[in-house]
């Protein structure tokens, strides 16, 4: 069974970076493709950005702006989220998923972490 875990949210003041981790068990992590969605109060979950198997494609939603970057270490086991330059408005439940698909285009994931919670102060 997979079974994707996030990692690396807490407590953050504005204008910090932070870094999410992913990884996945029970099946070869280089055969995902791997995306970020995040879940703020009150709104629904929204696309964060997704990146192929192989690290070497990537696709961002419209408000990512360069704040927001994904990449792959099949090494490691382990897909990342960088976000630089924190706002307030970033706070969200940050959530990891994977899929054997390697459109990064789709956005039907095959398997969801629990979640890593992200808040950021003014």
């Known amino acids: 069974q997979v079974q994707v875990t996030e990692s690396g949210g807490g407590l953050v003041q504005a204008g910090d970076s932070l870094r999410l981790s992913c990884t996945i068990s029970?099946?070869?992590?280089?055969?995902?493709?791997m995306g970020w969605f995040r879940q703020a109060p009150g709104k629904t979950r929204e696309f964060v950005g997704s990146?192929?198997?192989?690290?070497?494609?990537?696709y961002y939603a419209y408000f990512v702006k360069s704040r927001f970057t994904i990449t792959k270490d099949n090494a490691k086991n382990t897909a990342y989220l960088q976000i630089d330059s924190l706002k307030p408005e970033d706070t969200a439940v940050y959530y990891c998923?994977?899929?054997?698909?390697?459109?990064?285009?789709?956005?039907?994931?095959?398997?969801w972490g629990q979640g890593t919670q992200v808040t950021v102060s003014s």
């Open positions: 990146i192929s198997r192989s690290g070497n494609y990537t």
């Open positions: 998923a994977s899929k054997s698909n390697n459109n990064v285009f789709s956005l039907k994931y095959d398997y």
């Open positions: 029970g099946r070869p992590f280089s055969m995902f493709s």
